[in-house]
């Protein structure tokens, strides 16, 4: 008798990738039995016409901020919510360099208080900058900041970060020498990864994937390109992802991760959108749109622009600047994964933090058939697991954690718009977290089994 059991689904076997119909046996948060026979549990999901699938695995996000509030350190979960009620039953944070400054305290924290969801985290990159003074951006550190920093650095990967993640379009002034020293040091902790936003994108994106190679290779660490679609999917991604390639048969371990959509998102006042952004882009200031505020969802003049760059530099904008069927091309390529770049200020931002790993289903495998259902599953299971090394998760074999999406694939979709980015999706029918249902019937259970995890 099991805990729970889950029967009548197609269960995806990511290894041999094939979908087997047999029932699953949970106890103590693990799968403890894969069965073609009946098995009997206390309590049992019916998954007749669904696909149960480990739980997907987003590489990219951007985590909820720890905040005091009474004296008392909380989480407002928006994201995390989001995460899985979208099937994400494992998100890693703290990537382009943006995060939390504290790693142990806000791991600490959600021990304390639980997650619906798995976390794990990047120290990142820009905040450990600014966390010893560096405030300018446009600066190179010196040698003794440099020390500083690989001292900050050693600390947090030995408290568990999964890895260094830069943002290298948003500090303009950091030299290619600064980050190899810094990759260095992640590299003297075996099997951590470092996680880039490119330093241009467009017409500088292939030049930027050379030099994210070029780190990777004198470091010697795995390099995961975040978000390959908003570096290259300006009519050059097809030469990106051969420079990927380029440096794969180099010996040279570097992947990539992609969001579905054609639009790109991030804070007005950051160094993306200097001067020269529309000229690389082929756009103009009715291509950005605000995602908060008071002119959120109408398309910027140079009025607005311009007015909300220097006074409200910290809202969130929309960019529809991405050509789609480079995003499908990134999306499909054999080193490409699924990540959300989901960030939510409160519950406003980019449908992507609500609406990826659906969305994936919906449009790039029914609607555009680019990517068969399997590969898409593989794209947020195994994939993302083989990358940070979780070797428990990703797949469904006995012993493994017990972190379980069941979806219907002819009707999972994402409702995340850039009205409503934080609508839940449609048919995602229940979330397994270690075990524990975080959805049930498509809702929030309010139960957080989620673990953080630490390198
Ligand atoms: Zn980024």
Not at 50 to 71: Q, Y
Not at 391 to 399: E, I, N, R, S
Request: glycine share 10%; net charge negative.
């Amino acid at each position: 008798m099991f805990e729970l059991v889950i029967k009548n689904g197609m269960v995806v076997d990511a290894l041999n990738k094939l979908f087997s119909p047999c029932c699953i046996g949970i106890s103590g948060g693990k799968i403890a039995a894969i069965s073609i026979e009946d098995i009997r549990g206390e309590q049992v999901i019916d998954a007749a016409g669904m696909v149960v699938s480990p739980g997907f695995i987003d590489i990219h996000m951007h985590e909820d901020p720890l905040r005091e509030k009474n004296g008392m350190k909380e989480i407002e979960e928006n994201i995390f919510n989001s995460m899985a009620l979208m099937g994400v039953t494992t998100c890693v944070g703290g990537n382009c360099g943006m995060g939390m400054p504290d790693l142990e305290g806000y791991l600490t924290a959600i021990d304390n208080f639980g997650l619906p969801v798995n976390f794990a985290t990047f120290l990142p990159y820009t905040t450990l900058r600014e966390k010893i003074g560096g405030t300018n951006n446009y600066l190179a550190n010196t040698s003794d900041e440099n020390e500083k920093l690989k001292e900050l650095l050693r600390a947090g990967m030995a408290a568990g970060a999964v890895g260094l993640s830069f943002g290298l379009e948003y500090i303009p002034g950091c030299p290619t020498n600064e980050l190899i020293e810094m990759a260095k040091v992640v590299g003297e902790f075996p099997g951590r990864l470092v996680a880039a936003h490119y330093r241009s994108d467009a017409g500088g994106g292939i030049e930027s994937i050379k030099e994210l190679s070029y780190i990777s290779w004198v470091a010697d660490v795995p390099m995961q390109i975040s978000h390959i679609g908003s570096c290259t999917a300006f009519g050059m991604m097809r030469k990106g992802l051969e420079t990927v390639d380029q440096a794969r048969k180099l010996g040279i371990d570097i992947m990539a991760d992609c969001y579905p959509y054609a639009a790109f998102c991030t804070y007005i006042g950051s160094a993306v959108f200097d001067e020269g952004c529309f000229a690389r882009w082929g756009t103009d200031y009715s291509s950005i749109e605000p995602a908060e505020g008071k002119y959120k969802g109408s398309p910027c003049s140079r009025e607005t622009f311009e007015y909300l760059r220097v006074r409200e530099p910290n809202t969130l904008v929309v960019a529809h600047v991405l050509n789609k069927d480079e995003v499908l091309e990134a999306l499909a390529h054999p080193l490409v994964m699924v990540g959300s770049d989901g960030l939510l200020n409160g519950r406003k931002g980019h449908p992507r933090a609500s609406g990826a790993f659906p969305r994936v289903f919906a449009h790039y495998v029914r609607e555009l058939k680019g990517l068969s259902l399997m590969e898409a599953i593989l794209k947020m299971t195994l994939m993302p697991a083989q990358r940070l090394g979780l070797k428990t998760k990703g797949q469904l074999t006995l012993g493994n954690d017990a972190d379980i999406s069941i979806f219907d694939p002819d009707k999972i979709v994402d409702k995340a718009t850039y009205t409503d980015p934080v609508a839940p999706p449609e048919g995602i029918a229940y979330v397994l977290v270690n075990g524990k249902m975080v959805v049930a019937d498509g809702q929030l259970t309010g139960v957080k089994p989620g673990k953080t995890l630490r390198f």
